[in-house]
């Protein structure tokens, strides 16, 4: 059901889904009520419905461009490709909920962070970083707003996503993108032009002074994470970053 899962800091964890959770996507042609069961479903496993408030993962309305929503309050999906959550101004100390994120993916980057307020509360963020994602500067755009509201410390999670031996481009995309990150310039494992998009991710958070705790493996050559790539009508797995007790 997860690839990984990990408390990453004191009430706070992050996780990555694999096909064993299923497709949580409404997009791809698959019956809408199967898939909120298996969100539902997450959110059961992980917890979420045994705390005082139930709470559920906020999902967007992904569109490959760099708008960041700040998430107050669990709600219909915006269209954005990157959320920001924190706790809400005024709060009670021992109050540490703040709105759960899921970002989903089949080959693009799936990118979770944590941060610290001056209050000590977590922020979170996730983001979804296809190649327009990391050309627009999605991840950039996402820290800029976690430190706008007053995130320190941040730490960034990236999840599986397909690698630079695999993700093969037409040679002139490879030298637009190259030409804004340098790090992405790849080429594939069989000598064609390539893009190394969590490279170029990682190159964006290193220039922000954000470390990458983690970064995951590739989805097309792993059967058990979906990949768009690979299956062309496939399912999507979910980055997921919450606050527990
Ligand atoms: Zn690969």
Redesign the pocket.
């Known amino acids: 059901m997860f690839w990984c899962r990990n408390e990453v800091r004191p009430g706070v964890s992050v996780a990555f889904t694999d096909t064993g959770a299923g497709n949580l996507a409404l997009h791809v042609q698959d019956d809408p009520t199967e898939v909120m069961a298996r969100r539902a479903r997450l959110e059961r496993v992980l917890g979420l419905e045994d705390q005082s408030v139930s709470r559920r993962f906020q999902y967007m309305d992904q569109v490959h461009g760099n708008h960041v929503e700040f998430i107050e309050a669990y709600g219909p999906g915006p269209t954005a490709d990157a959320m920001v959550s924190a706790a809400p101004a005024l709060h009670m100390a021992s109050d540490r909920s703040v709105q759960p994120l899921a970002v989903m993916v089949a080959d693009c980057v799936p990118v979770l962070l944590v941060g610290t307020d001056a209050g000590s509360s977590p922020v979170l963020a996730a983001a979804h970083a296809g190649r327009p994602g990391v050309a627009s500067a999605v991840v950039p755009a996402t820290v800029a707003e976690m430190r706008r509201r007053g995130a320190v410390d941040i730490s960034a999670w990236l999840g599986p996503s397909?690698?630079?031996?695999?993700?093969e481009v037409p040679e002139q995309l490879r030298e637009e993108v190259a030409a804004e990150i340098p790090e992405t310039w790849s080429s594939t494992s069989w000598g064609t032009p390539a893009l190394d998009l969590p490279a170029g991710v990682r190159a964006q958070l290193a220039a922000l002074n954000v470390p990458v705790e983690y970064s995951g493996e590739?989805t097309?050559?792993n059967d058990s994470l979906f990949s768009y790539r690979r299956d062309s009508l496939t399912g999507r797995f979910a980055g997921l970053v919450w606050t527990h007790d």
């Open positions: 397909i690698c630079g031996s695999c993700y590739c097309l050559e």
